[in-house]
């Protein structure tokens, strides 16, 4: 049996396409539904054309993020996952919900984390004379982009980099490393001791695969802060 997955978006879904793209017969992992904080999101119409489940939690028919994160979790656990995937989920969840899938709560993060938390990490990688940017899987934990991180993909800023040109750079990353992500947890691969994430048993830092070059070519599991 494949690993149930719900995985939550917001916006235009480009990291639900990169997985729904991976997800052959041989993927591990399979989608048991698709939801939305937002009811324009263009990732819903990205399912739909998959023939996924999709579903909507408006957040804004909730005065509170307790109601919110309350009837989140209802329709997440309707599904059953084994693994939920934040991809593009614009909204800060408490730590009730966080707690209630630890370990099995991951997130993508365009930067090398712990660099640039939150917003905007583009133009801050580009004011703070990034020399290096980047993509970053982590599980999640009540810090907002705090968790362990699980994977994390590099690139090279260059002098006529934008704003622009970095986010386009970024996500193709992020499409690369997220689907990864998926596929080691699916396979039993990854565990968590000591609040760092280890790949077959082994710490990453211990197989050479620490972050700290161009990783364009090979994405690398991460387990050890930079």
């Not at 048993?201 to 161009?214: I, K, T, Y």
Request: charge should be neutral; charged fraction near 20%; aromatic fraction near 4%.
């Amino acid at each position: 049996m494949r690993l149930p997955v719900v995985v939550l978006i917001s916006g235009r879904g480009t990291n639900l396409q990169a997985i729904i793209d991976q997800s052959s017969s041989d993927f591990p992992a399979e989608i048991r539904a698709v939801i939305s904080s937002n009811p324009q999101a263009q990732g819903l119409e990205r399912a739909r054309r998959a023939g996924l489940t999709t579903e909507v939690v408006d957040h804004r028919k909730y005065a509170l993020r307790e109601d919110f994160d309350r009837a989140l979790l209802d329709v997440i656990d309707s599904y059953r996952p084994q693994l939920v995937v934040m991809a593009g989920f614009m909204r800060i969840v408490g730590a009730g919900l966080i707690r209630h899938y630890s370990g099995r709560l991951i997130n993508i993060h365009p930067s090398l984390l712990p660099q640039f938390k939150g917003l905007d990490t583009h133009a801050r990688a580009l004011r703070n004379g990034a020399r290096q940017h980047g993509a970053s899987v982590h599980f999640v934990t009540p810090e907002v982009d705090g968790g362990p991180v699980i994977i994390q993909a590099a690139l090279l800023v260059q002098p006529q980099d934008t704003v622009q040109t970095l986010a386009s750079g970024v996500l193709a990353l992020e499409h690369r490393i997220l689907p990864q992500a998926i596929k080691w947890f699916a396979e039993g691969r990854l565990t968590i001791k000591n609040g760092q994430v280890l790949l077959d048993g082994r710490r990453c830092a211990d197989q050479g695969l620490a972050s700290g070059e161009d990783q364009t070519a090979e994405p690398s599991c991460n387990g050890a802060s930079p």
